[in-house]
C-alpha cells in the first residue's frame, strides 16, 4: 500500500470516529455551551475555594502561634542556661563546703593543742601565786605586799621560809566589793621563790586551820580559769569524803587522790563515790 492509500484510510477513521453515536448522544443531551461548567465541578470548586481558605486561615494561626513558640523557645534556652550555671555553683559549694569541713577538723585540733599551750604557760606563769582566803575586806591595808608577808610569818613562822622570801605583788581579785555579811574577796599573792609558795602550802595544810585576829584564813595554789572550774566538779565529791572521814587530796592539774585503807584511789572527773562506799561498808 502506497503512501496516498494510507493517508485516505487515516482520513476515513477519523470521520467515523468523530461521529459515534456516544457524541451525538453527548451533544444531543447537552443543553449548555461547551466550556460551561457541570453542577458536580461548581460544587467541587466551592469545596476547593473553602479548603483554600481554611488553609489560608490555619496558615495565619500557626503564625500567630509561631512568636509565642520563638518566645519559649528562647526563655527555655535561657532557663536551661541557668540552670547549668547554678549547678555548677551548686557543685562548686559542695566542694568548698567539704574542704571547709576539712580545713575545721584540723583547725579544731590545731585551737585545742594551742588551748592546751596557753593552759599550760598560764599555770607555769602562776606557779609562784598563793591564793589567800579569810581576810575580811574592812581590814586596813596600805601595803598588800607587807602586809601578805607579815601575815605568812606570823601564820606559819619564819623558819618557814628561805632567806630570799620576798612577795613581789598582791591584790585582791578584780572584782566589785561584795556586800555586809558576804565572803570576803580572795587576795593573790606573787611570791619571788615558787619554793616559798610550795611550803607556804605544805605547813598550811599540815596546820589545817589557820587564825588571823579571830579570822579563819586558808590558801591555795592560784590556778587558772579552766584548771579552777574543772576543779569546782569535785566539790560534792569533796564533801562526802569528808563525811566520810577520809582524806584526799586534788592534784595538778584535775586529779583526785582519795586514801582508803592505806591504798591511794584516783579520780579523773567529777564521780560519785559509791564505790569508796561499798569499800568502806557502808560508813
Do not use: C
Not at 124 to 135: P, Q, T, Y
Not at 193 to 199: E, G, I, L, P, Q
Amino acid at each position: 500500500m502506497g503512501k496516498t492509500d494510507k493517508n485516505q484510510a487515516k482520513l476515513q477513521f477519523d470521520r467515523r470516529t468523530s461521529h459515534s453515536p456516544a457524541s451525538d448522544r453527548m451533544e444531543a443531551g447537552s443543553e449548555r455551551g461547551p466550556d460551561m461548567p457541570s453542577s458536580e465541578e461548581q460544587d467541587l470548586r466551592q469545596i476547593l475555594v473553602a479548603m483554600q481558605h481554611s488553609l489560608t486561615l490555619i496558615d495565619g494561626k500557626i503564625d500567630s502561634l509561631s512568636d509565642p513558640k520563638d518566645r519559649m523557645t528562647e526563655r527555655l534556652d535561657k532557663h536551661a542556661e541557668h540552670l547549668d550555671q547554678s549547678e555548677r555553683r551548686v557543685l562548686g559549694v559542695e566542694d568548698g563546703q567539704m574542704q571547709l569541713a576539712t580545713s575545721y577538723v584540723k583547725l579544731n585540733k590545731e585551737v585545742h593543742s594551742l588551748h592546751l599551750k596557753v593552759d599550760d604557760l598560764q599555770a607555769r606563769s602562776w606557779r609562784n601565786n598563793l591564793r589567800i582566803v579569810g581576810v575580811a575586806e574592812s581590814t586596813a591595808i596600805d601595803n598588800m605586799e607587807g602586809f601578805i608577808k607579815h601575815l605568812l610569818v606570823q601564820l606559819l613562822g619564819r623558819t618557814t621560809f628561805s632567806d630570799l622570801f620576798v612577795v613581789r605583788r598582791a591584790h585582791r581579785s578584780l572584782v566589785t566589793r561584795p556586800p555586809s555579811g558576804a565572803p570576803p574577796h580572795p587576795i593573790k599573792a606573787r611570791l619571788l621563790n615558787y619554793r616559798d609558795r610550795d611550803v607556804a602550802l605544805h605547813r598550811a595544810r599540815e596546820q589545817k586551820t589557820l587564825q588571823y585576829e579571830g579570822m579563819t584564813v586558808s590558801m591555795y595554789p592560784d590556778f587558772a580559769l579552766r584548771v579552777q572550774e574543772a576543779r569546782r566538779h569535785f566539790t560534792a565529791g569533796k564533801k562526802q569524803l569528808r563525811d566520810l572521814h577520809l582524806e584526799y587530796r586534788i592534784l595538778y592539774p584535775v586529779k583526785l587522790r582519795v586514801e582508803v585503807d592505806s591504798s591511794s584511789l584516783f579520780f579523773y572527773r567529777s564521780q560519785e563515790t559509791r564505790s569508796i562506799r561499798k569499800r568502806q561498808g557502808g560508813r
